[in-house]
């Protein structure tokens, strides 16, 4: 049987990736073996890609068509080379990031025109979008406080994202909140200002419940 294909979305600092892990942890409890990705990224290929996306030459800044491009190219890879495999191998695939962030950065927030921005999403993921996506929301002064937390605890460069303006993580919060309308039917908000244990508690519930996984 094809694997579940779960996304986790969000603004920056709201603990994707700590859902991601959490959750991989828990569904092996239950003998649910799942593999952890991200976008952008995943192959070694979609990692040059990410490269030059997170850290573009300092006197040559990326256009937004080029970002979209890259992360594109990023994603074709992906899900080509790895996440459509994994799910026919019947392997379940967890994603931090994936469709929606082109969606909300490039799209809502960036400007390219939607249905673009759906045609591409469309040919690079083969038609491929998440049985389920987990959206992230929490306070932008916690989220910007943990982001603060992690690049001090890690001493890697902040993203030029993560560096943006209070003002630019409201309207990416408020651009993330659209997608629960955009997309009911998969898109799940779960408040992240809880600590990482409950919000991974919360999230496996919803997946039982969804998946009818009786454990
Ligand atoms: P990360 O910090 O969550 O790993 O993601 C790196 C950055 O990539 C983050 O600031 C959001 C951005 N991004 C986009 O702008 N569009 C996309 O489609 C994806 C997947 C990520």
Redesign the pocket.
């Known amino acids: 049987m094809r694997g579940k294909f779960i996304s986790i979305e969000g603004g920056?600092g709201v603990g994707?990736?700590l859902l991601a892990s959490g959750l991989a942890r828990v569904l092996d409890k239950y003998g649910i073996s799942s593999i952890v990705t991200?976008?952008?990224?995943g192959t070694p290929t979609s990692n040059r890609l990410?490269d030059i996306?997170?850290s573009p030459p300092k006197d040559d800044p990326l256009l937004i068509e080029t970002?979209?491009c890259i992360?594109s190219a990023?994603?074709a890879q992906h899900v080509g080379k790895k996440i459509l495999p994994l799910l026919e191998q019947g392997q379940w695939v967890i994603c931090?990031?994936?469709?929606?962030?082109?969606r909300?950065?490039?799209g809502k927030i960036?400007g390219i025109d939607k249905n673009f921005i759906e045609q591409v999403i469309s040919h690079t993921t083969q038609g491929l979008e998440p049985d389920i996506t987990f959206l992230l929301d929490c306070d932008v002064d916690i989220s910007l406080s943990r982001v603060e937390q992690r690049f001090k605890l890690s001493s890697t460069d902040m993203?030029?994202?993560?560096l943006a303006e209070r003002s630019f993580h409201q309207k990416l919060q408020a651009a993330y909140r659209e997608l629960v309308e955009d997309f009911p039917d998969r898109v799940v908000l779960i408040d992240a200002s809880d600590t990482i244990e409950q919000v991974v508690e919360k999230s496996f519930k919803i997946l039982k419940d969804r998946f009818n996984l009786g454990l």
């Open positions: 920056e994707k990736s991200r976008e952008p990224g990410r996306f997170v970002e979209f992360i990023a994603r931090d990031r994936f469709s929606d962030s082109s909300v950065y490039q960036g993203s030029r994202y993560d």
